[in-house]
């Protein structure tokens, strides 16, 4: 029973951080204490990237996710929350290629075999970081289930889905517009583009009308080098001023190539001069124009950001350098009409910033529609719930206007696309392994696609693929579909909908039932946390400062569903307050159950209390009657809050019950209580028990303090739950309501209340005991007179009680159900009236000072009206404070 005086959570976390995992409790199923039936609770954490290490905004979803998960296992439910990592194929890639750079390595000189050795070693040494971090913050995982997008087992699962797909005919390869990094040499999702506003210009350049003896059109333009891939130029069909155009040609400068005008929407009438260039190789709107209107594409600019050979004489050129050689010839031709500055958003590869290329390459497509729409019907139909609601709209916005999922990436690291170019006749042969010869002219030559899947392909099967499939596993008959999803609202669409449609074409089923959509950590400003700001917090330097519990608590009371959280270092200050007011508690039980020798026991649930009522051979304490029923009602509350993501109410109501009830009113009663007889009565055992319950109701969110504290209180080590973890979580039970206790406490902390603000209001000190009288015509009387001893004890005054109305007296206060009148001893009195005199008489000559100068015209007339207003306002105040003296 030896415990520390002041709590050190750095003394006792780290130890239960690796015991839970030693102990296995964690392992869905089949863990010592788990449950292989009965209700299945299953979640998959959103997969960090194996490059990553914890950022705050990770514990705020682990920390969400633990409180359910926790608050699950201990409901009995047979649970799981599944941990691994994202290979995250360009993330990763760029991390060793450069750290390959330091070693002065170029990793295209390794070939692709030894770099993605390379990658592997990385992984072996540095892979693990989150995953430490995850255990260090107590993160309940089942880590025997921990998985890889690049295992074994889930490559297999990526190449049973990619070659059924394709079957189906839901994958294709075909030309498409992608952004493309020149630096890092793949194609980039739209994610993966940072654009940032910069100062650019329009350029208007004139192109000469064949067969109008000199008349021209200008286009506008902000990437002139692009014009020498045009292959048309457009105007809107309605556009009356150009309606002379129609049927003709223009003359691409500098090319010297005879291009059509085509009739096209893509030309704006109110934008420009109403004619735009078409450029169909190296832009994504003129891409579409070109595929309506049947335009070659001429590409200009290849994959490294040079001009090709189609770019005439600026061939080999870099494509900024082109851009200032075209405009110079543009210039000398006359042809250059003006130039304007012009904002624009930049389009930048998120890894190198290096401005990105649209280009158009030949890429893996999945035709998303047909799986969307099944996608969309589960969640019209109810079958996917998002939480808050209003991301539905979202999801739905998004799934209705969804294009071709582009799916390859010129990567050395990642799932390698299951396709085999036979060297002979050029057929594409996709496959689960490599075919020894090719189907279609025999030949035996045949080359793997270069390519690999983007990181989002594996990430999209990771529920059923972490479970098993292709196998029938148990575990996915078991586990499948996943209770719950908690993720960011960035990825609904790049990860959450991917899920959505792969596990309905796959699985027949949804993959969660429920997608919970958590907020963003901001600071005290409510500014979002970003390294230039310098307003990051990082979790494992605030977890070792105020303890990882504090830190929890500190992010659920802001965890309120649809909002972002605010973080701040007195919030994490006062969580450790509130662990140290419990930790002190503790230490009071502790000690006193080493004085009493008092064996203490674990009810399974707030029912067993009630016998030890029901005996009537030892009188219940009303205040132990009043803690359960408060304990009972907290329970139910706390119960509901994390059923349905109010986090925040779960931390309030547990915080408010902790500190307001349990710590300042209940233990101070107990305090009296022992005093009086000391100590041993059946009121102690259900200090105890109200004392374990109330640990395992606040486990969830805080379970460091509580294994602590729990493993130190039980020691009926034969019979109790090998940890707090697994122990029941308490439930509401109508019978422990008793309103005719709470009255009753009601009562006496109203009394002691308010005997507290009558003494500060007098300004008397807490040291000296007053006196008082209670009068009361209704029970009120009774109840008070019970709990004179505790009155006198709290509140530091010594009652007396009259049946009958009160007098008049200033140092009053009153409830429906009692006054109290305070008596300030004679000798206070006195002081207390030179006080007031003295205050009186000080504010007296200020008023008057004030009065003076506010009838002094001469002053009023030069004296700026603000002054004057802000005096009058201070001689009000001042007039105020006189009459309550
Ligand atoms: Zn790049
Ligand atoms: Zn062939």
């Known amino acids: 029973m030896q415990i520390e005086k002041v709590y050190e959570p750095q003394r006792f976390e780290p130890h239960w951080a690796q015991w839970w995992i030693d102990s296995g409790i964690f392992r869905a199923g089949r863990g010592p204490a788990s449950r292989s039936s009965g209700r299945v609770f299953s979640l998959v954490i959103p997969p960090p990237n194996v490059t990553g290490s914890l950022h705050i905004g990770h514990m705020l979803e682990h920390t969400e996710i633990d409180v359910t998960v926790r608050w699950r296992r201990m409901l009995g439910d047979n649970t799981l929350w599944l941990p691994g990592t994202d290979h995250a194929g360009i993330a990763t890639q760029m991390v060793v290629a450069r750290k390959l750079a330091e070693e002065g390595i170029n990793y295209r000189d390794l070939g692709r075999e030894e770099f993605e050795k390379r990658v592997w070693e990385w992984k072996a040494q540095s892979g693990d970081t989150i995953k430490h971090q995850m255990v260090q913050l ?501 119960n509901r809050a994390i059923e349905s993501y109010r986090y925040h109410d779960a931390a309030q109501g547990l915080w408010a019950f902790f500190w307001h009830e349990f710590c300042d009113w209940y233990i101070e009663l107990k305090k009296q209580r022992f005093r009086e007889n000391s100590g041993l009565d059946a009121g102690w055992r259900n200090t105890l028990a109200a004392f374990e319950t109330a640990l395992r109701l606040l486990h969830p969110a805080m379970p460091f303090l509580t294994e602590e504290l729990w493993q130190r209180l039980a020691t009926d080590r034969a019979t109790r739950p090998v940890s707090i973890a697994v122990a029941p979580y308490p439930q509401y039970r109508q019978q422990v309501t008793d309103y005719e206790a709470e009255r009753e406490i009601g009562i006496l902390r109203d009394i002691v209340t308010m005997a507290r603000t009558l003494r500060t209001e007098n300004q008397l000190d807490p040291r000296q005991q007053l006196e008082g009288v209670l009068y009361s015509r209704n029970s009120a009387l009774q109840v008070a007179q019970r709990h004179a001893a505790a009155i006198q004890k709290l509140a530091n005054v010594k009652l007396e009680f009259k049946a009958e109305a009160a007098p008049k007296s200033p140092a009053m206060r009153s409830t429906a159900q009692f006054d109290l009148v305070l008596q300030v001893p004679e000798a206070q009195q006195e002081a207390q009236r030179k006080r007031v005199e003295k205050e009186k008489d000080q504010l007296g000559k200020s008023i008057a000072n004030l009065r003076r100068q506010l009838e002094d015209d001469a002053f009023l007339a030069k004296a700026p009206a603000k002054v004057v207003e802000s005096m009058r306002q201070k001689l009000a105040d001042y007039d105020a404070q006189l009459l309550k003296l």
Request: net charge negative; proline share 6%; glycine share 6%.
């Open 138 to 638: 107590g993160a309940s995982c089942d880590w025997s289930r921990e998985r890889f997008t690049l295992d074994p087992g889930l490559s297999r699962a990526v190449r049973e889905v990619f070659v059924r797909l394709h079957e189906k005919g839901l994958i294709y390869r075909g030309e498409y517009m992608v952004n493309w990094c020149p630096s890092c040499h793949t194609a980039i999702s739209d994610l993966e583009v940072a654009h940032a506003d910069v100062q650019g210009h329009m350029w208007h350049i004139r192109y000469p009308v064949n067969g109008l003896g000199g008349r021209t059109v200008t286009v506008a333009t902000t990437r002139p080098e692009t014009m020498l891939g045009d292959t048309a130029v457009a105007i809107h069909p309605k556009d009356q001023r150009y309606l002379g155009l129609h049927g003709r040609t223009v003359q691409l400068p500098l090319m010297d190539r005879e291009i059509p005008v085509v009739l096209d929407e893509l030309a704006d009438p109110e934008f420009g001069t109403g004619v735009v260039k078409v450029t169909p190789a190296h832009d994504a709107n003129d891409f579409e124009a070109g595929r309506r209107h049947g335009l070659p594409k001429i590409q200009v600019i290849d994959e490294n950001g040079r001009m090709t050979a189609a770019a005439g004489p600026y061939a080999s050129l870099d494509r900024f350098e082109a851009r200032r050689r075209v405009l110079v010839d543009l210039e000398s031709q006359g042809l250059l009409a003006k130039v304007e500055d012009y904002p624009l958003s930049l389009g930048k590869c998120a890894r190198c910033s290096t401005p990105v290329e649209p280009l158009v390459s030949t890429q893996w497509f999945v035709k998303t529609k047909p799986l969307a729409e099944k996608a969309i019907e589960a969640v019209e139909s109810g079958r996917i719930v998002f939480i808050p609601a209003n991301w539905t709209k979202t999801y739905y916005e998004w799934m209705y206007n969804i294009r071709d999922w582009c799916i390859s990436r010129q990567l050395w690291w990642g799932h390698r696309i299951p396709a085999w170019h036979c060297q002979e006749c050029r057929e594409i042969v996709v496959a689960r392994e490599k075919p020894a010869t090719c189907p279609r002219c025999g030949a035996s030559h045949l080359v793997q696609d270069p390519d690999v899947l983007d990181t989002w392909f594996s990430s999209g099967l990771w529920p059923f693929s972490t479970l098993g499939w292709p196998d029938q596993t148990e575990d996915l008959a078991t586990y499948y579909p996943t209770s719950l999803l908690i993720t960011g609202f960035d990825i609904l669409f790049f990860w959450v909908a991917r899920m959505a449609m792969l596990g309905i074409e796959f699985m027949g089923d949804v993959p969660f039932r429920q997608v919970y959509i958590h907020g963003l950590v901001r600071d005290a400003e409510r500014q979002k946390m970003s390294k230039t700001r310098g307003n990051v917090i990082d979790p494992l330097v605030v977890t070792v400062k105020h303890g990882t519990d504090a830190v929890r608590m500190a992010l659920l009371q802001g965890a309120a569903p649809g909002t972002d959280i605010v973080l701040t270092e007195e919030r994490m200050e006062s969580s450790r307050a509130f662990a140290n007011k419990i930790w002190n508690a503790a230490r009071f039980l502790f000690l006193n159950m080493e004085r009493s020798a008092v064996e203490p026991w674990v009810p399974e649930s707030l029912e067993r209390f009630l016998p030890e009522a029901d005996t009537g051979t030892l009188e219940v304490p009303v205040e132990d009657r009043w803690i359960f029923s408060r304990l009972n009602a907290c329970a139910e509350e706390v």
